[in-house]
């Protein structure tokens, strides 16, 4: 069971009026609520479904409104692609397409999700490197047009399914990141595969515009991200070298941590 709630300010609140409105949120009940008044919300609902033995949680969209603003703040740049699987709650997605986020997909579900709330598909990236082919011919007849890879293997999906796609190369990260959920184990070609990757790309006729990667989950350290990038501009350079079409994108992944560190 869920509770949606809102503690509005006069700098968000004309914001929070029009969410309201979106898709995933509209018809649902929304308490408006005072900044410190979250627990009082918790206590009255224990109090008052004194019967209730499922576990319950509260979505608070003047939080979401708060990360939006500050992640503006911080980083004007950089567009923020929300990732679908970290909460796929429809008021959370709505609230969030509301805003003016991106949304970063791992699967045809979590871009079905996505599309049902109006959002437009360029607003949308496949991040997945190792796609299912059924799910790659989805992302073409929808319009998703940008996805990652990191293999020969998807490389020959993406040519087969989706030729028009425009791809990400994943590189992989160093493991000792000091992130608390490392994923370079997973997934990225690592520094010796990337060339031979942006020649079979660019063989295939396959648009390679941009870098992505991952340093895992709370990564304290701002130098890990230097390094990350440093690596990417390698590979931005190498595809000028090979006089392939110059990239203009640059995925920095997710994961990041929150408070004073992050700030």
Not at 140 to 166: M, Y
Request: proline fraction near 5%; charge should be neutral.
């Amino acid at each position: 069971m869920g509770y949606l709630q809102i503690h509005a300010t006069a700098s968000n609140r004309r914001i929070l009026q029009s969410m309201l409105t979106a898709p995933g949120i509209k018809g649902k009940h929304v308490s408006n609520i005072a900044t410190d008044g979250l627990m009082d919300l918790i206590q009255s609902i224990v109090s008052n479904n004194q019967d209730m033995k499922d576990p319950f949680y509260v979505l608070d969209l003047g939080v979401v409104v708060s990360l939006m603003d500050k992640w503006r703040q911080c980083l004007p740049i950089a567009h923020p692609f929300y990732a679908v699987k970290c909460n796929p709650h429809p008021a959370l997605l709505g609230a969030l397409a509301a805003l003016g986020a991106n949304f970063d997909c791992a699967s045809q579900e979590e871009i079905e999700a996505i599309l049902a709330l109006g959002v437009s598909a360029e607003r949308i990236v496949y991040a997945n490197p190792c796609k299912a082919e059924s799910h790659i011919k989805y992302a073409a007849q929808v319009g998703v047009n940008l996805t990652t890879f990191d293999s020969l293997d998807e490389i020959e999906k993406i040519q087969r399914c989706h030729p028009k796609c425009s791809l990400l190369i994943r590189l992989k990260v160093p493991e000792d990141s000091g992130a608390l959920r490392t994923l370079g184990a997973k997934y990225g070609a690592l520094p010796e595969e990337v060339t031979p990757l942006l020649e079979a790309a660019h063989k295939a006729r396959l648009d390679v515009v941009g870098v992505s990667f991952h340093v895992g989950s709370k990564v304290a350290n701002p130098q890990i991200y230097n390094n990350a990038v440093a690596a990417a501009k390698e590979v931005f350079d190498t595809a000028v070298k090979f006089d392939m079409p110059r990239m203009s994108i640059l995925d920095l992944g997710g994961g990041f941590t929150v408070g004073p560190k992050f700030e």
